[in-house]
């Protein structure tokens, strides 16, 4: 029994002497599209026109006017298609492998994305599910608004997590990357929605049953991760969450994702365990780079970063984002360097600073000498760690990936697992993997904006990891990321 999201994490560690391989169950590999059996998606209108911004515009804007978002189902249809929508394919069998905007460990897709309107010129008021394969709309509950209603028009997104998707072929270890995917969606549509004028007020403090039960998900299949809204409200999300009468058995059963579905128990456990919510108005923790372990014994403020060399705007870097993994030892040049930086000091947050700390392994980037440095997002300043080449042993560590030493910087999240259990109960953990996603969107789409590779790492022997990186007992490598020129096709 899974009473400890710590637990939970320690419990799935990859250890290179004791991994056992496991063939896929073909049979019942999951549907990466969700349906409802007789309820026919409404079709939205064509996305666009798109806003013209480049990434770096985006990130760096103040605050955002509260009323800046058009309420009008085109705008939504826009912001749903930048946020989620298929964009490359593949062949598959006598069919096609859609892959899409975000990228999703193993390609496997647990996300989706539910969404209340309010008020929204062209759509009747509903609790609808968004169908990335029609853009389109599942109504799933008519007018559910209850009294949130009467302070104007609003549209609440949900984001949540199919465990079965990812644990087809992660097993327990799944649960991390439903974290991981969901924190890569909701940047997706914080981003999306910035473009489009409007600020998000995101959380993941939510009634989780309440929430679970509202958008009609079988929870032992399917879980509400993050909530999003728009405009941002001083009452709570829960102000306009009704309790609600339970959705059809019918609709229930749409969580499931293929006919003999194993159940892995760790994944379930560990997000009961993280259902109480211990977050009251005390003040935030330190920031979590100076409570990983390393010091660095002097820390270098970064330049001031001016511009990017972006060579696509925001809306083709969404639309062209892939994975890279053909790296080639080539110096990243000095404003791509500083464009990642500025990119990631852009979208941290004080909630993300709280609870993940950045690291960085340079290889062969601009000026900068090889080695291990921390992030302080707040001083905006590197501190190095250990001066030397760690591309080799890390990409030995990301289970012999042999590609990621060819990498020019290889980006770190990191937390202090227990520190977060102990302050925040096992709901810390969601906080951390949250933030780890959200900062990995940022460095695709940062990457993608500038024509630079980018892949995602969530395989690492975890114990070599937090070794290799001086890390606390408690602490651990949450996610990698790996950017850096790449071979043109
Ligand atoms: C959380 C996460 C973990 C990932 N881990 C790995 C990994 O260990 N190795 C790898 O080659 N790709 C990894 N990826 C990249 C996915 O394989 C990739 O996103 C997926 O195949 C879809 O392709 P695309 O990103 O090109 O759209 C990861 C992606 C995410 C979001």
């Given amino acids: 029994m899974v009473v400890s999201c710590f637990q939970y994490h320690r419990s799935t560690s990859y250890d290179r002497d004791r991994m056992e391989g496991h063939g896929l169950d073909w049979e019942n590999q999951p549907s990466v599209f969700k349906e409802y059996p007789g309820i026919e998606p409404i079709p939205l209108p064509e996305p666009g026109p798109f806003p013209e911004k480049n990434?770096?515009?985006?990130?760096?804007?103040?605050?955002?006017?509260?009323?800046?978002?058009?309420?009008?189902?085109?705008?939504?249809?826009?912001?749903?298609?930048?946020?989620?929508?298929?964009?490359?394919?593949?062949?598959?069998?006598?069919?096609?492998?859609?892959?899409?905007?975000?990228?999703?460990?193993?390609?496997?897709?647990?996300?989706?994305?539910?969404?209340?309107?309010?008020?929204?010129?062209?759509?009747?008021d509903g609790l609808y599910h968004f169908s990335i394969a029609r853009h389109g709309l599942h109504l799933l509950r008519e007018e559910p608004q209850g009294k949130g209603a009467e302070s104007g028009p609003s549209l609440t997104f949900f984001l949540?997590?199919?465990?079965?998707?990812?644990?087809?072929?992660?097993?327990?270890?799944?649960?991390?990357?439903?974290?991981?995917?969901?924190?890569?969606?909701?940047?997706?549509?914080?981003?999306?929605?910035?473009?489009?004028?409007?600020?998000?007020?995101?959380?993941?403090?939510?009634?989780d049953n309440q929430v679970n039960r509202f958008l009609g998900?079988?929870?032992?299949?399917?879980?509400?991760?993050?909530?999003?809204?728009?405009?941002?409200?001083?009452?709570?999300?829960?102000?306009?969450?009704?309790?609600?009468?339970?959705?059809?058995?019918?609709?229930?059963?749409?969580?499931?994702?293929?006919?003999?579905?194993?159940?892995?128990?760790?994944?379930?456990?560990?997000h009961k365990a993280g259902m109480s919510i211990r977050r009251g108005n005390e003040e935030s923790l330190p920031a979590m780079v100076y409570r990983l372990g390393p010091s660095p014994d002097h820390w270098e403020p970064l330049p001031s970063f001016s511009t990017w060399h972006e060579v696509v705007q925001y809306k083709d870097a969404v639309l062209s984002r892939r994975s890279r993994r053909n790296f080639f030892q080539e110096p990243m040049p000095e404003p791509a360097v500083h464009g990642l930086l500025d990119g990631l000091l852009k979208?941290?947050?004080?909630?993300?600073?709280q609870f993940v700390g950045t690291g960085v392994l340079v290889n062969n980037a601009g000026s900068r000498e090889p080695g291990y440095y921390l992030l302080d997002s707040k001083t905006e300043s590197l501190g190095m760690v250990k001066e030397g080449p760690?591309?080799?042993?890390?990409?030995?560590?990301?289970?012999?990936?042999?590609?990621?030493?060819?990498?020019?910087?290889?980006?770190?999240?990191?937390?202090?697992?227990?520190?977060?259990?102990?302050?925040?109960?096992?709901?810390?953990?969601?906080?951390?993997?949250?933030?780890?996603?959200?900062?990995?969107?940022?460095?695709?789409?940062?990457?993608?904006?500038?024509?630079?590779?980018c892949c995602g790492i969530g395989a690492f022997y975890d114990e070599e990891a937090r070794q290799l990186l001086k890390l606390d007992e408690n602490t651990r490598l949450l996610y990698l990321v790996a950017v850096g020129p790449v071979k043109r096709a």
């Fill in 390 to 453: 760690f591309m080799e042993t890390m990409a030995h560590i990301c289970l012999d990936q042999a590609w990621l030493a060819n990498a020019a910087l290889h980006f770190l999240f990191m937390a202090d697992l227990g520190a977060l259990e102990e302050r925040f109960g096992p709901r810390g953990y969601r906080y951390a993997m949250l933030e780890a996603g959200r900062m990995g969107e940022i460095l695709y789409l940062t990457a993608a904006s500038m024509g630079i590779g």
């Fill in 347 to 353: 979208g941290t947050s004080e909630n993300t600073r």
């Fill in 55 to 124: 990434l770096s515009e985006l990130l760096r804007q103040e605050k955002l006017d509260p009323e800046g978002f058009t309420f009008h189902i085109k705008a939504l249809s826009t912001l749903l298609f930048l946020t989620y929508s298929l964009t490359g394919k593949a062949r598959q069998g006598d069919g096609f492998f859609y892959f899409r905007s975000v990228p999703s460990a193993g390609a496997l897709y647990p996300a989706e994305l539910y969404f209340t309107a309010n008020g929204l010129a062209g759509l009747d």
């Fill in 160 to 207: 949540t997590s199919i465990f079965f998707r990812s644990c087809w072929k992660y097993r327990d270890r799944g649960y991390r990357y439903c974290l991981l995917d969901t924190g890569h969606l909701l940047q997706s549509l914080v981003l999306a929605a910035g473009s489009m004028g409007a600020s998000l007020s995101c959380s993941a403090d939510f009634p």
């Fill in 217 to 270: 998900l079988d929870q032992e299949r399917e879980v509400c991760l993050a909530v999003a809204e728009v405009p941002m409200r001083k009452e709570s999300v829960l102000g306009v969450i009704p309790e609600s009468e339970k959705l059809s058995q019918d609709m229930v059963d749409a969580s499931r994702v293929a006919l003999k579905e194993t159940v892995y128990s760790a994944p379930v456990e560990a």
